[in-house]
Structure formats: C-alpha cells, structure tokens
C-alpha cells in the first residue's frame, strides 16, 4: 500500500514562508503527477500546483509567482515552496499522487495524504 505523508505546515505571518514536503512510501514503480490541493473552511478543495513526470508544472492563478513545485523522483517527493503567503492562503494543503504504478503489471492508483495546515496571520 502506498501512502503519502505531508510536512511543513505552521502558523506564519504574512508575507513569511513555508516549504511543505510530501513523501511517497510503499512499492512504487512510477508517478505520472503528483500535485498539491488545498482546501480552506467552507470552500471546496482546489488545485494549487501540478508537478507532472515529463517535467512541466501548472500553478492556480492565485498563486503564481509565489509559490514553487519541485520533485524529486528518487525519493518519491513533491514540494511546495509558498513565499509571500497571504491569509487567504490558510487552508489545508493535501498532497495528491496520480497514476501510481505499484506493479510490474501496470496497476495503477491515485493517493491522497491526510493533510497539514497552514495558517497565515494578518
């Protein structure tokens, strides 16, 4: 079974900074995508960031030029650098693995981590 696991989340001031971090463990062969989703109170779940496997990478307008996603396929990780983070950033950032190959088969899943939170102060 693969699992994701987040970390990074905290409690920064406006215009701070914060890198999230999210590992992937189990038996994985491949990653198509692996993004980052977040979800404030009240609000349905958005995509923030798209890192894909080829090397492109797709932010939410919201975000752009202020935060960053990077990977590292041999360690099954995702990043998000948020700098000048604003209050309307406090949400709860879930990192999202798509198209997971766990076999030599070619099975393939989506996974989802159970979230870390971050809170901006004005």
């Known amino acids: 079974q693969v699992q994701l696991v987040e970390s990074g989340g905290g409690l920064v001031q406006a215009g701070g900074s914060l890198r999230l971090s999210c590992a992937a463990s189990?038996?994985?062969?491949?990653?198509?995508?692996m993004n980052w989703y977040r979800q404030a109170p009240g609000k349905q779940r958005e995509l923030v960031a798209r890192a894909t496997s080829d090397g492109r990478t797709n932010y939410a307008d919201s975000v752009k030029g202020r935060f960053t996603i990077s990977r590292d396929d041999a360690k099954n990780t995702v990043y998000l650098q948020m700098n000048s983070l604003k209050p309307e950033d406090t949400a709860v950032y879930y990192c999202n693995a798509v198209k997971v190959v766990v076999n030599s088969v070619g099975h393939e899943y989506d996974f989802w981590g159970q979230g870390t939170r971050v809170t901006v102060s004005s």
């Open positions: 189990g038996t994985i062969f491949s990653i198509d995508a």
